[in-house]
Structure formats: structure tokens, C-alpha cells
């Protein structure tokens, strides 16, 4: 089955981390760049950071430059997400997507229509 999987979310305290993985079943990500989104209850779907096919590129958004880091490993098939000083405002499930490029976050696509592949999504929960 041709499928991107999320996994890695859970309920973390505030200042806490998480790292999310993002594994593709069924094809190859090695020519693919992944995205990453996430989405609270009653609010828009926010592009969170994007990861080129070589991982040269990388883009994050404001709210999460300099707490979250991305990276893959082609040889595993795999995309990270590492969340570090987690915040209650991190609370969403998180999705990856595959893309044909990593750009801007401010301009990067939230609809999903706009991507090959989109996962099941995780849940991060942020509470004390």
C-alpha cells in the first residue's frame, strides 16, 4: 500500500520534546521533498517546516524557528520532526506530506489536494 505514515506524537508537559517520524510505505522519498503541518480544533491548518530531497534545504515557520528541527534518512525512508520546548500552542495533530519542493513557509500549500501523498496525522498534546 502506497502510504505515508506519522507516527511519534503523544502528551508531553510544557518545555518537553517529541520527535515525529514520518515513514513512506510503498514508493521512495529519496526524490521527494516532505512537508510538515499540523492543525488545532478551530484553527487553520498551519505549514510548520519542509525538508528538500537532499535535506540541504530546510524552511520552518516563526512560531517554530529554533525549537523544531527537520531531517531525513533516505536509507531509512524516513522524515523526523524533532519538537523541543514544547508549548501549549504546539498542541495539533501534525501530518507530512510529500512534495516536489521545500520552500517558504508563509507560501507553502496547506491544501492537501496539492501534494502526492498526505498521512493519517499524529496527535501532540502539550498540557500540564
Known amino acids: 500500500q502506497t502510504r505515508l505514515v506519522e507516527s511519534g506524537g503523544g502528551l508531553v508537559q510544557p518545555g518537553g520534546s517529541l520527535r515525529l517520524s514520518c515513514a513512506a510505505s510503498g514508493f521512495s522519498l529519496r526524490y521527494k521533498a516532505i512537508g510538515w503541518f499540523r492543525q488545532a480544533p478551530g484553527k487553520e491548518r498551519e505549514a510548520v517546516s519542509c525538508?528538500?530531497?537532499?535535506?540541504?534545504?530546510?524552511a520552518y515557520a516563526d512560531s517554530v524557528e529554533g525549537r523544531f528541527t527537520v531531517s531525513r534518512d533516505n536509507a531509512k525512508n524516513t522524515v523526523y520532526l524533532q519538537l523541543n520546548n514544547l508549548n501549549i500552542d504546539d498542541t495539533a495533530v501534525y501530518y507530512c506530506?510529500?512534495?516536489?519542493?521545500?520552500?517558504?513557509?508563509?507560501?507553502?500549500?496547506?491544501?492537501?489536494?496539492?501534494?502526492?501523498?498526505w498521512g493519517q496525522g499524529t496527535q501532540v498534546t502539550v498540557s500540564s
Open positions: 506530506a510529500s512534495s516536489s519542493y521545500c520552500g517558504p513557509m508563509k507560501t507553502y500549500p496547506t491544501d492537501s489536494e496539492e501534494y502526492d501523498y
Open positions: 525538508i528538500g530531497a537532499s535535506g540541504a534545504a530546510t
